[in-house]
């Protein structure tokens, strides 16, 4: 690990329109954490209804597709998530419906 390091001993939770989100600094290689989440969200049995945003010590984004890896799919129809977020594919009852039943079998 190269560059200056942050010494950061807090994180955050925000209530967002969305749901909760916790934002957590974490002392490790942006990618490498990438692939973590990747990894986690692809096997966990919850990891299809959580999103782990990794950003580096610039703010900027690590994407799934930065590593190789595609896009995720969505819970309703399995299609782009992030084409059915952008057009409002789904009302918010269908995904909630579809996240229940996820946390149902979990
Ligand atoms: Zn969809």
């Given at each position: 690990?190269?560059?200056?390091?942050?010494?950061?001993?807090?994180s955050i939770c925000v209530e967002e329109e969305d749901g909760w989100e916790w934002h957590?600094?974490?002392?490790?290689?942006?990618?490498?954490?990438?692939?973590?989440?990747?990894?986690?969200?692809?096997?966990?049995?919850?990891?299809?209804?959580?999103d782990?945003?990794?950003?580096?010590?610039?703010?900027?984004?690590?994407?799934?597709?930065?590593?190789?890896?595609?896009?995720?799919?969505?819970?309703?129809?399995?299609?782009?998530?992030?084409?059915?977020?952008?057009?409002?594919?789904?009302?918010f009852?269908?995904?909630?419906?579809?996240?229940?039943?996820?946390?149902?079998?979990?």
């Open positions: 690990m190269s560059g200056k390091k942050l010494k950061r001993e807090f957590v600094p974490v002392n490790l290689d942006a990618t490498e954490l990438k692939s973590i989440c990747i990894n986690w969200e692809n096997n966990l049995q919850f990891g299809r209804i959580i782990l945003d990794v950003f580096d010590n610039n703010h900027n984004r690590i994407s799934r597709e930065d590593l190789g890896n595609t896009g995720r799919t969505c819970i309703v129809c399995g299609d782009d998530y992030l084409t059915c977020r952008r057009i409002g594919k789904h009302s009852k269908e995904i909630r419906s579809c996240f229940d039943e996820i946390s149902r079998e979990i």
